[in-house]
């Protein structure tokens, strides 16, 4: 169930491309959903976008449960 604060919207993804993020979120200790907001926020940066809210998703765990 999404959080009321946040946007729910239907998206068409390729089936491999949407493995890949499955993997991806899995190997990050994410939910598939976590992991593109994550994945968005960070092409978003890297692009120079500025005054996001500070309320993204957690960075991935390393070996023994720290990030």
């Not at 809210?53 to 720290?66: A, E, M, V, Y």
Request: hydrophobic content about 35%; charged content about 25%; cysteine-free.
């Amino acid at each position: 169930m999404a959080s009321p604060e946040k946007k729910a919207f239907l998206l068409r993804i390729d089936p491999a491309l949407w493995g890949e993020i499955e993997r991806l979120a899995a190997a990050e200790l994410r939910s598939s959903n976590a992991q593109v907001e994550y994945l968005l926020r960070d092409a978003l940066k890297s692009r120079g976008v500025r005054g996001l809210p500070t309320h993204s998703p957690s960075p991935p765990l390393g070996r023994g449960g720290k990030p």
